[in-house]
């Protein structure tokens, strides 16, 4: 098969076309047509043409995720409409579809969008955030995935499928270089080892020198020195029978980040003194560049990550059986200032035995941060995964799914956190640890069939019985100081188990080969927790409630003017009920600031996607989607805080992660230099409205609206082998905010942003 394009920018996109069968765009050098070609998805565990299925689903190739040198899930939601991607550290990320997502990264913690490779679920969220690289297509599936999944998703779902071991020989080496140091280089080999057995190695590694200028010490920092591999064999001993061994590994090195103050305000923190971050930072020098950093502790992530999985598919006369059996393990080690600023050279003794504590809280902004806090994160994570599922052949009038899941995950996690200007008379600052285990135990039972009422009107009906146990253990201990975090408790222990029967409806309905019709009704379900990093024994051993959704969705799937024109469009609307929210405020009845998870009561959420592609003329293509989305409390009274004790309503207010637009698009064309070989052009821009992070839209709290412009230029040689691509990332060198938080009861907030301008050159070669 000979590919449009034969890699470039990073190994795992090179690695991604290598094999490749199906990718959601294939540019072809000489198209026999104009038509758009045809983009085969597994969303519903069997292989099914994306136009075809009633499911909103956002699908990218390996060679399109190549091209566009996606290298991280952030950069896959920037581009699928609904999705937002958010990380407070590399290991904790955020991730929403609709609205829905999840703040809460403590041991007992589920996730509201489910992230899955090849089938198995990651459960540790600090595994889920990886290099994009040898993959045949990534898919995301948007609103509740229950029927069809192992482990219930009440947002949606992200499908990593990996590249086969394939039967001819290949290989493809990739390297590129671009300004702060960028050194990546990614290769592939896959082919026959003997008769019937094939095997593939893939590896990507990136380098780069950080983003990040330090004005304290003069050096460069949030380096990036990354190393990921995936191995398979697949073995055929006969045309009804296929075995996959895995294995996949990743060892990440990861310099320091800088939060950015971005807000203070009120009596205390809106002075121009040590107390306010925003003064700190202007009378420090820092202020108005958010790649300078005034930490003066540099922070890291350490990361390892291994697993390996065994898959089975028989073919019998009457159906498949898919036996998916898998093992995850990762270490995690991170540290942050978590302001991005020095502390106060005017230490508070908040005891007052050394006199007032409101003077040094007041001290000059030139003196440092009274409130800076350094956080440190140690979690190791086991997992192990069975899943046997029964499919139907697929060219009958009924078509069917079953199949059972059993899932194990062990989680240990201790946080630290350090305050080196707030504390007792001592001068040694305040530093306490929360300390948490989990044991989770996941089984569950389901299914899904579809019946041809006719040849144009199809009814699905799905099933899905779940059960969640989980077993906690929590104690915290403060070392020195004044417990501000936290208060000392001896380990406690609770356990809850919950169940839950989800369900799917949909009728879809085939207006001509071209145009798909469809509605749905499904049900989505996550279960409880408890609250991590809890202040109190009390609240650490107090679960919060399972989160339910009911969710309608209508849509048309078309194919247009001779297939030059593909138009999906899909309306939504969710009841969304006892949300779980986290946020960190101080009760009435606390003398200290705390982490909750509390559940709201309801939520409403509805909203558009319009995802269009059109290829007007030959070597053009040109694509664009576009989200709306309406998501706000409809019921969340909020436990009161002492800063605001009789406003803790927050209905009317928008959900955390939920910009109401969110818009992309691109231009792509490629031409012929005859004899020479071709050449391509792309243009990509993106744009995000503005998204709140607090339940009460505190407006200091917030990713303001944005927008980046990113181009791609290249030649590929005569014979597809070789590709030189030019490539720029953030033309405009937009200073766009990725993760905010708040503390002090919402009064001062720290911002990570997005990546400068970025610029370099990749030379691929396919064999």
């Not at 001592?426 to 044991?439: A, F």
């Not at 078309?558 to 009841?575: I, K, Q, W």
């Amino acid at each position: 098969m000979k590919h449009v394009y034969p890699t470039t920018v990073s190994i795992f996109a090179l690695l991604a076309a290598a094999g490749i069968i199906h990718t959601p765009t294939v540019w072809a050098a000489e198209p026999a047509s104009l038509g758009l070609e045809e983009i085969l998805v597994t969303a519903q565990k069997r292989e099914e043409s994306m136009q075809q299925i009633p499911l909103a689903v956002t699908a990218f190739g390996g060679a399109e995720l190549e091209e566009l040198d996606v290298a991280s899930l952030q950069e896959i939601g920037a581009r699928t409409p609904g999705l937002v991607f958010a990380a407070f550290s590399v290991g904790q990320p955020e991730i929403a579809i609709r609205g829905v997502g999840t703040k809460e990264d403590g041991a007992s913690a589920s996730d509201s969008v489910v992230v899955s490779v090849d089938g198995v679920y990651i459960a540790a969220r600090t595994a889920q955030v990886f290099d994009i690289f040898d993959l045949e297509r990534v898919e995301v599936v948007r609103g509740p995935q229950g029927t069809l999944y192992g482990r219930n998703s009440i947002g949606g779902s992200i499908n990593f499928v990996t590249t086969k071991p394939t039967e001819e020989t290949k290989i493809r080496l990739r390297q590129s270089v671009g300004n702060y140091g960028r050194f990546d280089t990614g290769g592939l080999l896959s082919g026959q080892i003997a008769e019937n057995l094939y095997g593939k190695f893939s590896f990507s590694r990136r380098e780069h020198n950080g983003y990040i200028r330090n004005l304290l010490s003069s050096e460069r920092e949030g380096e990036s020195n990354t190393f990921a591999w995936r191995a398979a064999l697949r073995w055929t001993p006969n045309e009804n029978l296929e075995v996959i061994l895995g294995a996949d590994g990743a060892d990440d090195n990861l310099g320091a980040t800088n939060r950015e103050p971005v807000g203070g305000k009120g009596a205390l923190h809106g002075c121009n003194c040590a107390s306010n971050p925003v003064a700190v930072n202007e009378a420090l020098g820092g202020a108005g560049d958010p790649w300078t950093s005034l930490a003066d502790l540099e922070g890291y992530t350490d990361r390892d990550v291994y697993g390996i999985s065994l898959t089975i598919n028989w073919d019998v006369d009457w159906a498949t059986l898919t036996s998916v059996s898998a093992y995850r393990n990762s270490d995690f080690d991170w540290l942050e200032d978590s302001e991005g600023l020095p502390p106060s050279t005017a230490y508070v003794d908040l005891t007052g035995s050394s006199g007032n504590p409101g003077i040094p809280l007041t001290a000059p902004a030139t003196s440092g941060f009274s409130f800076d806090i350094s956080d440190a994160a140690v979690e190791d994570v086991e997992q192990y995964v069975q899943e046997f599922r029964l499919t139907s052949p697929g060219d009958g009038k009924l078509r069917w799914v079953a199949g059972v899941f059993y899932g194990y995950e062990n989680t240990n996690r201790t946080e630290a956190f350090y305050f080196p200007s707030l504390g007792l008379p001592d001068g040694l600052g305040s530093d306490s640890i929360s300390i948490q285990e989990n044991t989770t135990n996941s089984f569950a039972i389901f299914g899904q069939a579809s019946y041809s009422i006719s040849d144009a009107l199809t009814a699905t009906a799905g099933l899905r019985y779940s059960y969640e146990k989980k077993k906690m253990s929590a104690a915290a201990d403060v070392i020195t100081g004044l417990g501000l975090l936290l208060k000392d408790f001896d380990p406690v222990s609770a356990s809850k188990s919950w169940n839950n029967v989800s369900w799917r409806a949909a009728l879809d309905y085939k207006v001509n080969d071209n145009i798909l019709l469809y509605a749905s009704a499904a049900t989505g379900f996550k279960s409880g927790g408890f609250t991590g990093s809890a202040s109190t024994a009390a609240r650490a051993q107090t679960p919060f409630k399972p989160e339910t959704a009911t969710s309608f969705e209508a849509g048309m799937k078309s194919d247009l003017l001779d297939r030059r024109v593909r138009l999906n469009v899909t309306g939504f609307y969710t009841d969304y009920k006892d949300l779980q929210v986290t946020r960190f405020f101080q009760p009435v009845d606390a003398s200290f600031g705390e982490f909750i998870t509390e559940n709201a009561g309801k939520a409403e959420i509805y909203g558009l996607e319009v995802e269009l592609l059109t290829r007007p003329v030959k070597g053009l293509d040109i694509g664009a989607n576009y989200g709306y989305l309406h998501a706000k409390y409809t019921e969340f009274t909020g436990l009161p805080s002492v800063t605001d004790p009789l406003n803790t309503s927050f209905d009317g207010k928008r959900l955390r992660q939920s910009p109401k637009h969110m818009f992309n698009a691109f231009a792509r064309y490629q031409w012929s230099l005859g004899n020479a070989g071709e050449m391509y052009a792309r243009v990509d821009y993106r744009y995000q409205a503005r998204s709140f992070y607090d339940p009460d839209n505190n407006p200091i709290v917030d990713i303001p609206a944005y927008d980046i412009w990113d181009a791609r230029i290249a030649y590929l040689s005569p014979d597809g082998r070789w590709e030189v691509a030019g490539w720029m990332k953030n033309i405009g060198k937009e200073k766009y905010r990725t993760h905010i938080f708040s503390q002090r009861g919402g009064d001062i907030a720290f911002a990570l942003f997005g990546d400068p301008r970025t610029y370099g050159a990749s030379v691929t070669f396919t064999y």
